[in-house]
């Protein structure tokens, strides 16, 4: 099944450049190569069925009934070796910590704009910058419990860093439920392996939702809020509550009094101590932040403002999302850490600089551009693909708000085989995997790998058309 | 502040379809909410169990009901269904009494796309031809009340509190979901009518017992109980009600009918409550009126009759009430604890002849007081 099998001319996670697999992959190659199609199709099938029966699904907006659609799933598992690994984990925690000092300053001293490493007008006009939270003081100072951070590949195989979310990162539930289906339909690939587990990510995410209860009491209420069933991510919220064991609550089961959270339960109120929040700031609390939202608390911000109720994330942590903020981590890290970054980031052309914007209009046919506050594949031009007419619109789209743009070369993604009708082919990947941040950080041990599925798409996003693969990091192969 | 979030509850839909309490509507207390919630915010310190939210215990007292239903409604259209066959060698006649018998059942025999249906003149046809298919899939796919969507309601119910229900009972439920789904569906009906409304009703009996198995007995499956109950009290009610009558008006009496053919008839009635083989054992076979309606309405030991459900269900309400305010009385609990000394201390007299109608009446108004009473106390905050 691995005949036509091609490496396209970029980093193969399989294969080296003379088409041998690499050690680390031998096992699986060994046995992916020994299957005949019928019986991979049948697991395929398994897969499928326990993923609808479960009901693992997330919803497709642009569907008018909104349907429920399975995740596709790809068999073929991503494998990441201990060494590697353990360049990544360090360099995760390095930058989730940085990340956070940075949240820290931003709403207090701002000693990194009065320095002028960042642009204070930068932080000022960015959207999701909340002046509400200048000067408040947040449990143990951090700001960014869970983060997801994007991760790819070049073509010579470095990780780069390609975006942070630290606000509400979606997909763990799928990380672990991948894992769970491969056990089951799989179990002989895991047999020449030693992959570590990830099964303790509810239990860790629990223990960093624990300390954030104001009295450190034994028995805090903690709850999860979610929009409610029809958000996407409906399903992994529902998940980790269940993992956790704690309420989930919609915005309409909380009520504010006095500046206390409570929730309504067949007894009466009961007071809520830590929220961990699967909605936007925006739609956080109508009173203080979008007025239409029904899917917030009313007052729910002055609650936390006293130091009533705890957040996770806390609010305002969408300046570090902001794509135009990016290209500074770097400098970040080496400002309040002293150290060098671990993990780089692609080389970002920001338009507020005045050389860098001229680069950009004058190359735009080579290069990606995204708008600062898109996400999920939206709002940006791919300048290789796009036509005279795109790039001249998207030119005067710059032109006329240069903050709202950041450009970068084209990555060439890795890929990974997948199987593709009847025989292996090559798929891009990226992966995100999930740090927590408690007391200290910690990195879930692989993450999600989301893999494009059309032929040559460098898009991964489950919008539009993306899979996803169990990552296994692997102690030496025997 | 609290003032806002209050109102922004008002809007919120349930899931639920309360229409037929709503009919007799009885408020259960008149103390105010504000009284209540000031209430429970000094409860709430000392409450030793945790407690529930609102919402989800309400969403699990419909996931249940909706499960029970479309499990009583798949094997009265089967039992029908197949009792048709029979009817059509003895009395033709019978077949379109038969169907709009089971409408009335389903409250559906004044519903507007019913009525089109009949006045299409489709039930007599189509009932002639035994099965009366195109009818059976009508009431499994198509009506406003049908098992679909009394499934679709019960997962989409369960679908918003997965994290308070077992996986396995997830499963279950989600399994039997996609069981009534794809293109396909309406036709199986139509070509497997056993089949299909078996598979209704065995995967209702199994997501119960699978709750019973998998869930802490504790206030969500106590909701859970009380919900099944109370919908299978409901429903025997109607069934028996129903029956009655059309053996009562075949010819004023019950045995002025053909002794086969009221033979068949009582079975088909205790078919659809669940009970035939309990009651054969219990009465040797003795089709008797008096003993029928005594069987499926004050039998003590039968978990398919009306006495039986109402003590389960005054069960489960005690245990809600005991754990969420041990110091008041429960509405609900006195409703269902009255019409349970009721039950228990009935005479013969009161079920048989015309009384029977009354008595039946008196205790579906008891059932969706107590529905009422349930809402106020527990789902409304």
Known sequence: MFDKYKLNGIFDEMFSADLTPRPHYEPVYGQLAGLDQADFERRRRMADLSFRNQGITFTVYSDESGVERIFPFDLVPRIVPAAEWQTIEKGLEQRIIALNMFCHDVYHEQRILREGLVPPELIYSAQMFRREMIHVSVPNDVYIHVCGTDLIRDKDGNYLVLEDNARTPSGVSYVLENRTIMKRVFPGLFESYRVRSIEDYPYNLLQCLKELAQYHSDDPTIVILTPGIFNSAYFEHSFLARQMGVELVEGKDLIVDNNFVYMRTTAGMRRVDVIYRRIDDDFLDPLCFRSDSILGVPGMMNAYRCGNVALANAVGTGVCDDKAVYPYVPEMIKFYLSEEPILNNVHTYKCTDKDDLKYVLEHMSELVVKSTNGSGGYGMLMGFEASPDEIADFARKIKSDPRNFIAQHVVQLSQHPSLIDSHFEGRRIDLRPYILYGKKPVVMAGGLTRVALEKNSLVVNSSQGGGSKDTWVVEDVR | ?381
């Open chain 2, 1 to 381: 502040m609290g003032c806002g979030g209050r109102a922004l509850s008002k809007e919120f839909q349930r899931l639920g379809d309360t229409n037929t309490q709503r009919l007799s509507a009885l408020g259960a207390s008149s103390q105010s909410k504000a009284e209540r919630i000031v209430q429970s915010v000094l409860v709430q310190q000392n409450t030793a169990g945790r407690p529930m939210l609102s919402r989800v215990a309400e969403a699990m007292y419909w996931m249940s009901r909706y499960v029970e239903r479309a499990e009583h409604i798949a094997r009265i259209v089967l039992i029908n269904s197949n009792m048709l066959i029979d009817l059509g060698e003895l009395a033709p006649e019978m077949q379109e009494k038969q169907w709009i018998g089971v409408l009335r059942i389903l409250r559906l025999d004044q519903r507007p796309e019913v009525q089109e249906f009949l006045l299409a003149d489709k039930v007599a046809k189509e009932s002639r031809c035994l099965l009366g298919n195109s009818f059976a899939s009508f009431m499994a796919v198509e009506s406003s009340k049908s098992i679909i969507h009394c499934v679709t309601k019960a997962r989409e119910n369960a679908r918003s509190i997965r994290e308070n229900i077992s996986a396995e009972m997830w499963e279950t439920l989600n399994t039997l979901y996609w069981n009534l789904t794809g293109d396909d569906v309406r036709y199986r009906f139509e070509e497997y009518p056993q089949e299909m409304f078996l598979s209704v009703t065995m995967g209702s009996m199994l997501f119960q017992g699978v709750a019973d198995q998998t869930l802490p007995h504790a206030q969500s499956w106590q909701f859970t109980q009380l919900a099944k109950y109370l919908e299978r009290a409901d429903m025997i009610c109607r069934i028996v009600d129903t029956n009655f009558d059309i053996l009562q008006s075949a010819d004023g009496s019950y045995s002025a009918m053909d002794t086969p053919l009221r033979n068949i008839q009582w079975m088909g009635m205790l078919r659809s409550c669940c009970s035939i083989e309990a009651y054969q054992r219990k009465h040797l076979g003795d089709l008797d009126p008096q003993k029928l309606a005594g069987f499926l309405l004050l039998d003590a030991e039968s978990p398919r009759n009306v006495r039986y459900s109402v003590n389960a269900a005054r069960t489960a309400i005690a245990g809600i009430a005991a754990s969420v305010h041990p110091q008041q009385v429960d509405q609900a609990e006195r409703i269902l604890g009255r019409l349970n000394a009721q039950l228990e201390y009935a005479e013969l007299k009161h079920i048989s002849g015309p009384a029977l109608t009354g008595f039946l009446r008196e205790i579906q108004d008891h059932l969706a007081d107590a529905s009422i009473a349930i809402e106020n106390a527990y789902f409304l905050h």
